[in-house]
């Protein structure tokens, strides 16, 4: 095996065909997180990112992206902002993980959403969990028949709560895949309002992660690009969510909502209304990703897997990492293992950001 090191950006053509070629051959790659075009983009942003370009005597065999941090610390591609990372690459193909991590110049790689069961990473899986999906391939219909059984009180009150808000508030009307980039500014702000609200780190607080968000909104074509979609009572926006898709596969990414509207449940509603219209444009899945939020439990009709793990080489740097993540990484396992501790810190972190915004107001000038 040849190991090649480059930035995303410097793919030519052709290689960037074999990767859509690789991608498209797996269905367990079928995740807009793991396609060529979002790597170019992050290329462009942030200066740590690069792809091991593997290749034997037949050619090109895989690609593997990555960021390449101080001291050698490597982490998934967008790291804490996606929801899927790995090889990309035939199904059958195993590397050596700590050559692979020394060809990157790498010390350590921590996994959190690995596709679960590549070979080369399956060793060093320390957890594999599943990422519950709406998939359409037998139809909308069958879906939400599968939600029906799943949870019929929960989809009784949302059909409810959906006739209601636009019997209150004139009609509503669904868009999928807005162009407009003021639709896409008034979700983020209600993003931010979100992460601040319940004591998250803001993202768009970053001046780069809402240029990524631009750049991807602007992406259109019939293997990637990215979806707006925007619920309306009226003419007024309600909720919304912008997300990543391949030809088949839509990805959850920026879900938010008007908490002037929050006793409708608009959330619900919208991804309702989302999941219709992701089917009749063709799409046969829409990935909620892994984590804890109960709507998912009475909305999917499958999951997929993703793996937590470590890969280290015997180096003081590695050590030192260890030391600061693994701790860390246990903690958070427990704590999304367990629903009544998960409910419980996100109701601290709820608290913690009533306070931050009460400080806040509290400080600003007087008008």
Same mark, same amino acid.
């Given at each position: 095996?040849?190991?090649?090191?480059?930035?995303?950006?410097?793919?030519?053509?052709?290689?960037?065909?074999?990767?859509?070629?690789?991608?498209?051959?797996?269905?367990?790659?079928?995740?807009?997180?793991?396609?060529?075009?979002?790597?170019?983009?992050?290329?462009?942003?942030?200066?740590?990112?690069?792809?091991?370009?593997?290749?034997?005597?037949?050619?090109?065999?895989?690609?593997?992206?990555?960021?390449? +941090?101080?001291?050698?610390?490597?982490?998934?591609?967008?790291?804490?902002?996606?929801?899927?990372?790995?090889?990309?690459?035939?199904?059958?193909?195993?590397?050596?993980?700590?050559?692979?991590?020394?060809?990157?110049?790498?010390?350590?790689?921590?996994?959190? +959403?690995?596709?679960?069961?590549?070979?080369?990473?399956?060793?060093?899986?320390?957890?594999?969990?599943?990422?519950?999906?709406?998939?359409?391939?037998?139809?909308?219909?069958?879906?939400?028949?599968?939600?029906?059984?799943?949870?019929?009180?929960?989809?009784?009150?949302?059909?409810?709560?959906?006739?209601?808000? /636009?019997?209150?508030?004139?009609?509503?009307?669904?868009?999928?895949?807005?162009?407009?980039?003021?639709?896409?500014?008034?979700?983020?702000?209600?993003?931010?309002?979100?992460?601040?609200?319940?004591?998250?780190?803001?993202?768009?607080?970053?001046?780069?992660?809402?240029?990524?968000?631009?750049?991807?909104?602007?992406?259109?074509?019939?293997?990637?690009?990215?979806?707006?979609?925007?619920?309306?009572?009226?003419?007024?926006?309600?909720?919304? +969510?912008?997300?990543?898709?391949?030809?088949?596969?839509?990805?959850?990414?920026?879900?938010?909502?008007?908490?002037?509207?929050?006793?409708?449940?608009? /959330?619900?509603?919208?991804?309702?209304?989302?999941?219709?219209?992701?089917?009749?444009?063709?799409? +046969?899945?829409?990935?909620?990703?892994?984590?804890?939020?109960?709507?998912?439990?009475?909305?999917?009709?499958?999951?997929?897997?993703?793996?937590?793990?470590?890969?280290?080489?015997?180096?003081?740097?590695?050590?030192?990492?260890?030391?600061?993540?693994?701790?860390?990484?246990?903690?958070?396992?427990?704590?999304?293992?367990?629903?009544?501790?998960?409910?419980?810190?996100?109701?601290?972190?709820?608290?913690?950001?009533?306070?931050?915004?009460?400080?806040?107001?509290?400080?600003?000038?007087?008008?």
């Amino acid at each position: 095996m040849n190991i090649q090191i480059v930035r995303p950006g410097e793919l030519g053509a052709p290689e960037r065909a074999r990767w859509r070629e690789l991608q498209k051959a797996d269905p367990s790659l079928d995740n807009p997180f793991l396609s060529v075009e979002f790597a170019v983009a992050m290329d462009r942003l942030r200066d740590y990112v690069r792809v091991a370009v593997i290749s034997n005597a037949s050619g090109i065999v895989g690609f593997f992206p990555y960021e390449r +941090h101080s001291f050698g610390i490597g982490k998934p591609l967008g790291g804490f902002l996606t929801t899927c990372h790995g090889l990309i690459s035939a199904p059958d193909l195993k590397l050596d993980a700590k050559s692979l991590l020394r060809a990157c110049k790498l010390s350590v790689f921590d996994f959190d +959403h690995l596709v679960a069961g590549q070979p080369t990473f399956t060793p060093y899986e320390a957890d594999v969990r599943p990422a519950p999906v709406m998939d359409f391939t037998s139809g909308f219909d069958a879906w939400i028949e599968q939600v029906k059984v799943n949870s019929p009180k929960n989809l009784k009150t949302v059909r409810y709560k959906e006739r209601k808000l /636009g019997r209150e508030h004139g009609g509503l009307r669904f868009e999928w895949a807005s162009p407009d980039p003021e639709t896409l500014r008034t979700l983020l702000a209600w993003k931010s309002d979100q992460y601040r609200r319940t004591g998250r780190v803001d993202r768009f607080a970053q001046p780069w992660i809402v240029e990524l968000t631009n750049m991807m909104h602007a992406e259109n074509s019939s293997d990637f690009a990215g979806v707006l979609t925007m619920l309306y009572a009226g003419d007024v926006p309600v909720a919304g +969510h912008f997300g990543l898709r391949t030809a088949t596969t839509l990805v959850g990414w920026f879900p938010a909502y008007d908490t002037e509207f929050g006793r409708y449940s608009p /959330g619900i509603v919208h991804h309702l209304q989302m999941a219709e219209a992701a089917a009749n444009n063709g799409l +046969h899945m829409v990935d909620m990703g892994k984590g804890g939020k109960e709507y998912k439990d009475w909305l999917k009709s499958g999951v997929l897997y993703v793996a937590e793990g470590r890969i280290s080489r015997p180096t003081a740097t590695a050590a030192v990492h260890w030391i600061g993540r693994t701790p860390f990484n246990k903690a958070r396992t427990i704590v999304m293992d367990r629903p009544s501790l998960y409910k419980a810190a996100d109701r601290v972190l709820k608290g913690f950001g009533r306070v931050r915004s009460s400080m806040q107001q509290q400080e600003s000038p007087t008008q």
